[in-house]
C-alpha cells in the first residue's frame, strides 16, 4: 500500500533536488536568503596557516529549528582546530563553488556532513568535486533524504547514520559500483530513543566524528577496505567504524575467539558475516571484521580555525 506522508515527502525533495542542482534557482539568489551572516561573511584563512582541513556541515529543511545539532558539531570541529562552518542546504551549490576556489588557493583535506537534505547535500556536494577532479576526505550523511544519490568514487571515507522506518529522512545511502573508499553505513531504527529531529545531536557521535576529523591526514590502514552495514541492536552503544577487513580464520578459531581478538562486538561480526556465533569455521576461511583506521581517542580542545 502506497504510504501518501511517504509519496509527498519524496515530491517535496524532488522539487528541490530541481530547484537546486537543474537550474530552477540562481545560488546567488539562494545565498542572499539562506546563508547564515557568519558563513557569508567569513574571511578566508591567511596562507600562512597550514590548514589541517576544512568542514562543511548543512542543516536540513527547516534548519535553524531541527537541525541545531549540526551548529553544535560544528563548534566542536573548531574547537578540535579545524576550519569549519554551517550552512543551510538550499546553498549547497554557492558553497561547493566556494569550496573548489578554496581548494585550488590552497588544498586541504574536505570533510563534508549534513543532516536530512543537508545529508543529501553532501553527497551532491562530493559529486560536484568529483566533476572538478577533487577528492572529498570524508562525507558523513546523518538521515539523508531518500533520493539521496549513491556515494561517488572520489570519497575516500564515506559514513551513513540512518533510520531506514524514517519518513523523513531514511536514505540508505550505498556506494556507487567500483567504489574503492571506506564505506560504513549503520541503521539505528531498533533504537526507539533516536528519531529524526533528534539523531543529529548525539555527543557520543559527535565526538567520534570529531576524533575521525582530527584523524584524517594521518589516517590509514593496510589492505582494501571491506564495506560495512549494521543495523545497531537497541540498547547497544553507536559506534561508527570506518570500514570492514578480512582476516582468515586459524584452526579452532570461532566468531566468539575472533571478537576477542580484534575487540569487536560479537553481534557484529554474526550479523556482517551472516553467521551464529556458534558456527563452526574452516581454517582459512574468511571473516570481515569491523576496523577503525585509527583508534578513536579523546580529542582536546584547540584553537578554532575560521574561513
Known amino acids: 500500500m502506497i504510504d501518501p506522508t511517504r509519496v509527498a515527502v519524496a515530491f517535496f525533495a524532488a522539487l528541490l533536488w530541481t530547484t537546486l542542482f537543474d537550474g530552477g534557482l540562481d545560488p546567488a539568489e539562494a545565498g542572499q536568503i539562506a546563508v547564515t551572516t557568519e558563513a557569508a561573511a567569513a574571511p578566508s584563512i591567511p596562507p600562512t596557516v597550514e590548514l589541517r582541513g576544512r568542514a562543511y556541515l548543512f542543516r536540513g529543511a527547516l534548519g535553524p529549528f531541527f537541525s541545531r545539532g549540526m551548529d553544535r558539531l560544528t563548534e566542536r570541529i573548531e574547537r578540535a582546530g579545524i576550519a569549519a562552518n554551517v550552512y543551510e542546504f538550499t546553498v549547497c551549490r554557492l558553497i561547493a563553488d566556494r569550496a573548489i576556489s578554496e581548494y585550488r588557493e590552497s588544498p586541504a583535506p574536505i570533510i563534508l556532513i549534513g543532516h536530512s537534505m543537508g545529508g543529501f547535500c553532501a553527497v551532491k556536494f562530493a559529486e560536484i568535486l ?75 557521535v559527535h565526538e567520534q566524528l570529531v576524533t575521525k576529523i582530527v584523524q584524517l591526514t594521518t589516517a590509514k590502514a593496510e589492505g582494501e577496505p571491506v564495506p560495512i552495514r549494521y543495523v545497531i541492536p537497541a540498547t547497544t552503544a553507536i559506534e561508527l567504524w570506518d570500514s570492514g577487513m578480512p582476516v582468515f580464520a586459524r584452526p579452532g578459531d570461532t566468531l566468539q575467539s575472533i571478537a576477542v581478538a580484534y575487540h569487536v562486538p560479537l553481534w557484529s561480526l554474526t550479523q556482517i558475516n551472516k553467521a551464529t556465533e556458534d558456527t563452526p569455521l574452516i581454517p582459512g576461511e574468511r571473516v570481515v571484521v569491523p576496523r577503525h583506521l585509527e583508534p578513536l581517542v579523546e580529542v582536546s580542545g584547540q584553537m578554532p580555525l575560521r574561513h
Open 130 to 204: 568529483e566533476a572538478e577532479g577533487i577528492r572529498a576526505s570524508l562525507v558523513v550523511a546523518i538521515d539523508p533524504a531518500h533520493i539521496t544519490p549513491d556515494v561517488p568514487l572520489n570519497v575516500d571515507r564515506f559514513i551513513n547514520i540512518f533510520l531506514s522506518k524514517d519518513v523523513l529522512g531514511g536514505g540508505d545511502v550505498k556506494p556507487k559500483p567500483g567504489f574503492r573508499g571506506n564505506y560504513a553505513s549503520f541503521d539505528l531504527s531498533q533504537h526507539d530513543e533516536v528519531s529524526h529531529i533528534n539523531i543529529e545531536k548525539m555527543n557520543a
